[in-house]
């Protein structure tokens, strides 16, 4: 079993910056792909970023590509999401998920992730 805690969310203009953690309570952190998933109200919940477990390479959905940079500090068993240059559609709760699975292509979709946070409330006002 995982456990993740995500923070670091907040309320930010419109060109800003924050950086979301997300702490994971396992002793085989390296061994899982960890992705960020975000979802904004009356929509579905949607894929942001991965990294994944083997090679450490990272994926991001073209609507944060050059914007967001995820990184993984094994020491600290933690994942981070920097969001930089924030717009309001950015606006949304973002999730932190895992998964320890070996799977072929890129994980973008959340039935493939088995453990999740509960959420950490991004707003960008414009």
């Known amino acids: 079993q995982v456990q993740l805690v995500e923070s670091g969310g907040g309320l930010v203009q419109a060109g800003g910056s924050l950086r979301l953690s997300c702490a994971a309570s396992?002793?085989?952190?390296?061994?899982?792909?960890m992705a960020w998933f975000r979802q904004a109200p009356g929509k579905e919940r949607e894929f942001v970023s991965v990294i994944r477990w083997y090679g450490g390479n990272t994926y991001y959905a073209d609507s944060v590509k050059g914007r967001f940079t995820i990184s993984r500090d094994s020491a600290k068993n933690t994942v981070y999401l920097q969001l930089n240059r924030l717009k309001p559609e950015d606006t949304a709760v973002y999730y932190c998920?895992?998964?320890?699975?070996?799977?072929?292509?890129?994980?973008?979709?959340?039935?493939?992730?088995?453990?999740w946070g509960q959420g950490t409330q991004v707003t960008v006002s414009s």
């Open positions: 998920a895992a998964d320890g699975r070996v799977r072929g292509g890129v994980p973008t979709s959340p039935g493939e992730y088995g453990y």
């Open positions: 396992t002793r085989t952190f390296s061994s899982y792909d």
